[in-house]
């Protein structure tokens, strides 16, 4: 009669703990994975959130730049200034006083038939 009982576990069950091993482990990574994502999502919404706030801000500003822009257009045509008129053109406006520019001709009226 032979004892073939031994102190080791069965196979099967070694290569059971191995699987539920692996398997928490690659759990723990999705875990990882899941927060890191997670952080980097915040901090991108963070960041569309402070650019939409800029862009709101900036369209409720834009009818007071417009006024601003005007009055000095105006302050200059009334004074004749031609500083303020150079320094509107710097920046890349143009002052349409309705007047021909110095120099050109006026059309001549058309004659009524």
Do not use: C
Request: proline share 7%; charged share 20%.
């Amino acid at each position: 009669m032979e004892n073939y009982e031994t102190d080791a576990p069965p196979a099967s069950g070694k290569r059971w703990q191995q699987a539920v091993t692996l398997i928490a482990v690659l759990g723990v990574i999705l875990v990882l994975t899941n927060m890191i994502l997670f952080e980097r999502n915040r901090t991108l919404q963070n960041e569309v959130a402070a650019r939409a706030q800029y862009i709101q801000q900036t369209v409720q500003l834009e009818g007071l730049h417009r006024e601003i822009i005007n009055a000095i257009a105006n302050l200059s045509v009334r004074n004749k200034d031609e500083a303020l008129r150079t320094l509107l053109t710097q920046q890349g406006i143009t002052i349409n006083t309705g007047q021909p520019p110095p120099g050109t001709a006026s059309p001549a009226p058309e004659k009524p038939r």
